[in-house]
Each structure stands twice: as structure tokens, then as C-alpha cells.
């Protein structure tokens, strides 16, 4: 059975850090292509960041410079590192892993930054 479980979100201040992070189970964590989404309130999921079985990674342009992505093979963790965080940061965040047309979804973590 796969299980990504979000944890690490909150209430932060505009200028704030905050770091996320998705546990996977049932998966050999270091084959799959992770990736954090966000979905603000009533907008559409939008991706966030990439981070490749390679570890390579891609971000999203509002995210550049402030988020970082990273993973560790050995805790099966993928990790988002959020600083300068910003009222349109405000959205449920949610891990993904991927590889070869497999795909699951975490259940979501809050993030609201408000002050």
C-alpha cells in the first residue's frame, strides 16, 4: 500500500519560513520523480517544484529563489524549504511521486501566510 504523508505546514507571517515534508512508504522512494503541488482556495492545483529520481530539479517562476526542493533517499523524504513566503503562498500542499504512468498524491498539508 502507498502512502505520502505531508506534514510541516501551518500559520506564518509574510517574510516567514516554513519547511514541508512528505514521507513515502510502499514505493522504492529513490526510482520515483517527486514533485510538490499547491492548490490556493478556489483556484486550480498548480505545480510548485520538481525533483527528479537524478535529483535534478525545476521550480515554478513565483517560487524561484525562495522554495528549494530536496529529497533523501535513505529516509524515503522529500522535503520543501519555503523562506520569504508570501500571502499567495496560502494554499493546501500536497506531494506526488511518479514513474513510468504510476502516480499517487499525499492528502494535503495547510499552509496559510497571514499576519
Known amino acids: 500500500q502507498v502512502q505520502l504523508v505531508e506534514s510541516g505546514g501551518g500559520l506564518v507571517q509574510p517574510g516567514g519560513s516554513l519547511g514541508l515534508s512528505c514521507a513515502a512508504s510502499?514505493?522504492?522512494?529513490?526510482?520515483?520523480?517527486m514533485d510538490w503541488y499547491r492548490q490556493p482556495p478556489g483556484k486550480e492545483r498548480e505545480l510548485v517544484a520538481t525533483?527528479?529520481?537524478?535529483?535534478?530539479?525545476n521550480y515554478a517562476e513565483s517560487v524561484k529563489g525562495r522554495f528549494t526542493i530536496s529529497r533523501d533517499n535513505a529516509k524515503n523524504t522529500l522535503y520543501l524549504q519555503m523562506n520569504s513566503l508570501k500571502p499567495e503562498d496560502t494554499a493546501v500542499y500536497y506531494c506526488?511521486?511518479?514513474?513510468?504512468?504510476?502516480?499517487?498524491w499525499g492528502q494535503g498539508t495547510q499552509v496559510t501566510v497571514s499576519s
Open positions: 525533483i527528479t529520481s537524478g535529483s535534478r530539479t
Open positions: 510502499g514505493i522504492i522512494f529513490s526510482l520515483y520523480h
Open positions: 506526488s511521486a511518479r514513474n513510468l504512468g504510476n502516480g499517487y
